[in-house]
């Protein structure tokens, strides 16, 4: 079975820098396409980014484009979000979750379609001064 872990999480400044890291255990992260999902305190979860397998295709919120940076280590079975040019409004729980993705196809972001089958607990990421 499957299992995700979240690190990397935790309090930066705005315009600051951060990495987080989606590690797998129980199982190897190859044929599977893996999202990073956020939530805000008092919002709903939302897409920001995802990489198939092997990393062919990649997608990001418009939010986030061209501040973040999404990447996977098919070795190390690590999937990785570099995070550049923080706002407050980045602030939440960011979750990684992993899909099937046996044809490496591009992969989505989008929530609520059941797509995603396997999750992390999340890392906490504050911007603030």
């Known amino acids: 079975q499957l299992q995700l872990v979240e690190s990397g999480g935790g309090l930066v400044q705005p315009g600051g820098s951060l990495r987080v890291s989606c590690a797998a255990s129980g199982s190897d992260l190859d044929y599977y396409a893996i999202a990073w999902f956020r939530q805000a305190p008092g919002k709903e979860r939302e897409g920001v980014s995802c990489i198939s397998y092997p990393g062919t295709h990649t997608k990001y919120d418009n939010s986030v484009k061209g501040r973040f940076t999404i990447s996977r280590d098919n070795i190390g079975h690590t999937v990785y979000l570099q995070m550049n040019s923080l706002k407050p409004e980045d602030t939440g729980v960011y979750y990684c979750?992993?899909?099937?993705?046996?044809?490496?196809?591009?992969?989505?972001?989008?929530?609520?379609?059941?797509?995603?089958?396997?999750w992390g607990q999340g890392t906490q990421i504050t911007v603030s001064s």
């Open positions: 979750a992993a899909t099937r993705n046996p044809y490496a196809g591009p992969c989505s972001i989008a929530i609520g379609t059941g797509r995603y089958i396997f």
